[in-house]
């Protein structure tokens, strides 16, 4: 039991009854929705109003590819800008959540899969600022991030996310930032101002998706090459899917799904979202 000692003092003054905190995925789609107020942005700061408040918020971003599994350690985390060619007002903005070194042990104590590195380097990158600051725009919560190990295959990734479980009892709001379908060289540029565009195989996709998750069937879901030939569209490279494996492994029998955000972008792009719980 001594490994958990971490996590026992991380949480001894939490009440033992806590509500179980839902965990969500998120499409965070472009940078420039963090500091647009649209529909996306709207439901974001929504949600931050109406779900119970996290004692801290651990984001898994389509952002941070790593070589082995870490999580974000430090006091206070950086406001990563990590991405070009984007007006200035969106490199000027800073999120200056505190982060929590205790929660960090606590959490790579909690993961026995494999050893978790305790990162003082990252921050926080786009997939994970960009949304948690209409979430949060006094930046009172601690935030972290759990790197995504590049390296490995989709079932590691959803077996690694169960043992994040214990954290929904404990205050800690679990998002896995990203977009299930995601395919930048597909996109129609000239149709992005064009509401609710999409091509159809990402339409196919988004869809079959939906039903996978409502259906529970993860095996499905984490095998997703073999769905159809669209999935490889979709999907060219699992960046940004890796993340709702993470939200759906934490899924329990007693959770009810529900989506937002359910909409296409550019054509090949989806916003759509998951709140499970």
Known sequence: MASLQPFYNWTKDLAEQEEKLPALFIGHGSPMNGIEDNEFSRTWAKFGKEIPKPKAVLVISAHWLTNGTHITAMDNPK??????????????????????????????ELITSTNVGLDHDWGLDHGTWTVVRHMYPNAEIPVLQLSIDYNKPPQYHYDLAKQLASLRKKGVLIIGSGNMVHNLRMVAWDKLQEPEYGLDWAIEMNTIFKEKIGNNDFKSLIEY????AAAKLAIPTPDHYYPLLYSIALQDSKDEVSFFNDKPVGGSLTMTSVKIG
């Open 79 to 108: 406001t990563i800008h990590d991405f070009g060619c984007f007006p200035q007002a969106l490199f000027d903005v800073e999120y200056p959540a505190k982060g929590s070194p205790e929660l960090a042990k606590a959490t790579s």
């Open 225 to 228: 090459e073999k769905l159809n």
